[in-house]
């Protein structure tokens, strides 16, 4: 009989301890967040290289009338035939000049240059102007050289009429660039004076 009771009691321990456990609440799991799936970015573009500057012309020079010389009409009798009169230097200034005839009895006029500063290989010359695929090209045939130009001994020449474009010129040698520099003639329009632009593409004979 107490076997039996013994065992009425172990059983109703045991029925109450399961339901016990059975209203328990079940603890709760911690579950990890997933993660965001990784956004794909493209990477920014590279900056574009950019292109060197082409390099100068192996002529180029500043193109302007040097400051050290200077070309003007000379005295001359066909000016008398002409009620205007373009500016001229005074030739009786200086103790002395060379001067070179370079019209052959045509018609001409009297050009006179001068430098403030002695000028190395002066040369005086015909301009011919050529077109190699559309690009001009100046041939300069020299006309009279001498070794140097100086401040108080002018260059005159005796020239055909001067035309447009120019076709006399001089040339010499500048130290700064280390080449030889040429410089075209013209006359102006507007009161008949004289000035110098320079070429840049040339070569002479």
Known sequence: MKKVVSFLLITLLLVGALAACAEAPAPELEVPAAEPPPVETEAPPLPEETPEPPGMPERSVPNFTPPNIRVQHAPDEIWD??????????????????EFDACAGEVCVRVAITAAETLREFRFV???????????????????SMEELSPETPFVAQVLF?????????VFYAEEYEMDRLFSIFASGYDGALFLV???????V
Not at 131 to 143: K, Y
């Open 126 to 144: 015909e301009i011919e102007r050529e077109f190699d695929n559309d690009s001009e090209v100046i041939r300069a045939t020299i006309l009279y």
């Open 81 to 98: 035939q002409f009620d205007y009169q373009p500016p001229k230097l005074d030739l009786d200034q200086f103790d002395a000049y060379r």
């Open 198 to 204: 320079e070429e840049t593409d040339f070569y002479i």
């Open 162 to 170: 001067l035309c447009f474009p120019s076709n006399r010129g001089i």
